[in-house]
C-alpha cells in the first residue's frame, strides 16, 4: 500500500460524511442567525444590554470558530501533532489580540475614570 | 523499528512513510495556517487597539467621535449577514467536494468545488460593493482610524478569499480534465484547509467588527 493509499484509507475511515457536513453547515447557520438577532435586540429592541449580546455572540462566534476548525478542518479526527502546531500560534494570537485590548481600551478608561 | 512494529505499522492506515506518520505536506500547510493566525491576530488587535479612537466620522457603528461629534454608522448588518451566509455555505461545499474526490465522484467533485469557487466570488462582489459604498459615503483609507484600519483587516481578508477562489478554480479545472482522482485527494483536502481557514477568519471579523459595538 502506498503512502497515499494509506491517506486516502484513513480519510475514509475517520472523517465524516455528506450527512454529517450538511448537519454541521445547518448548526452553523443557526448560531449564526442567533448571533444577527443578538445584535438586534441590543440595537433596535432593547431586549439585551450591550454587554450581554457582547457575550453572547462572542461565545457564538467562539462556537462557531472550534466547529468549523474540529469537524470541516478535520482536527478531531487527525493527529494530534495537527492540533498542537495550529493551537499554539492561534493562543499566542490571542493573547496578543487581548493584551492590545486590555492595554488601549480598557487601562485607559479606568486611569480615567479613576483621575475624575 | 522491529520487524513487527514495522509491519503494524505498514498495515495500519493511519500512518505514512514519514518520520512522524503523517503527511509533510499537510504538516506544512497547518505550519502555514500558525502563521496565518498571527498575521491575522496581529491586525484584528490593532483593529481594536484604535477602535473609538477616530477624530472624524464615519464610524462603524453610530456614535461620538473622540472629540464629541455625532457621526453616524457606516456599516450595513443586513448586507454582511447575507455575505456571512455565503462564505459558510462555501465552506459546506468545500467538504461536500473533498467528500467526492474520496469517492472517486468526478462529476460531484466539478460541480462542489466550481459551486464553492463561485460562492467565492460572490462574497468577494459583496465586499467590492461594500468598499465602494464606504468610498462615496466619504470612509477610505486616510479618513480615520476606523478607516485605515478597517479596510487593512477586511481587505487582506478578501485578498485571501481571491487566492482561495484561484486556488479552487485552478482543482476544479484538474477536475474536468479528470486529472483530479481519489489518489490526490490530499491536494483537495490542504486547499480545503485553507479554505476553512479564511471562514473561520470571517467568523472573526464578523463579530468583533460588525455585530461587537
Not at chain 1, 67 to 95: E, R
Not at chain 2, 145 to 174: K, N
Request: with cysteine; proline share 3%.
Amino acid at each position: 500500500m502506498s503512502s497515499e493509499q494509506r491517506e486516502i484509507a484513513h480519510d475514509r475511515h475517520s472523517h465524516p460524511g455528506p450527512k454529517q457536513y450538511v448537519m454541521i453547515g445547518v448548526i452553523l447557520t443557526l448560531m449564526t442567525v442567533v448571533e444577527i438577532l443578538a445584535y438586534y435586540a441590543e440595537e433596535d429592541w432593547g431586549i439585551l444590554n450591550a454587554g450581554m449580546a457582547a457575550a453572547v455572540i462572542a461565545i457564538l462566534s467562539a462556537a462557531k470558530f472550534i466547529t468549523v476548525v474540529m469537524y470541516y478542518m478535520h482536527l478531531k479526527f487527525d493527529s494530534k501533532i495537527f492540533t498542537g502546531i495550529f493551537i499554539f500560534p492561534a493562543a499566542l494570537a490571542i493573547l496578543v489580540i487581548g493584551a492590545m485590548y486590555i492595554v488601549q481600551q480598557v487601562l485607559p478608561r479606568a486611569g480615567s475614570a479613576l483621575g475624575s | 523499528m522491529s520487524i513487527v512494529n514495522a509491519a503494524d505499522h505498514a498495515a495500519n492506515p493511519a500512518h505514512l512513510d514519514t518520520s512522524t506518520g503523517l503527511d509533510n505536506r499537510k504538516m506544512a500547510f497547518w505550519t502555514f495556517i500558525g502563521s496565518e493566525c498571527l498575521l491575522f491576530g496581529s491586525l484584528i488587535a490593532t483593529y481594536l487597539a484604535y477602535k473609538g479612537r477616530s477624530l472624524v466620522g464615519p464610524l462603524p457603528h453610530a456614535g461620538r467621535t473622540l472629540t464629541g461629534q455625532q457621526a453616524e454608522g457606516i456599516l450595513d448588518i443586513p448586507l454582511t449577514s447575507l455575505s456571512t451566509f455565503v462564505l459558510l455555505m462555501s465552506s459546506l461545499g468545500m467538504v461536500l467536494a473533498l467528500a467526492a474526490v474520496q469517492r472517486a465522484d468526478r462529476k460531484g467533485a466539478i460541480t462542489w468545488l466550481f459551486a464553492t469557487a463561485g460562492l467565492g466570488l460572490v462574497f468577494l462582489g459583496f465586499q467590492a460593493y461594500e468598499f465602494n459604498h464606504f468610498y462615496h459615503a466619504g470612509l477610505t483609507l486616510q479618513t480615520n482610524l476606523f478607516g485605515s484600519t478597517f479596510f487593512l483587516l477586511t481587505g487582506f481578508h478578501g485578498a485571501h478569499v481571491l487566492v482561495g477562489v484561484i486556488y479552487l478554480g485552478t482543482l476544479g479545472m484538474l477536475a474536468v480534465k479528470n486529472q483530479l482522482g481519489p489518489e490526490r485527494s490530499m491536494s483537495v483536502e490542504i486547499a480545503g484547509l485553507y479554505w476553512h481557514f479564511v471562514d473561520v477568519i470571517w467568523i472573526v471579523i464578523f463579530a468583533l467588527v460588525y455585530l461587537i459595538k
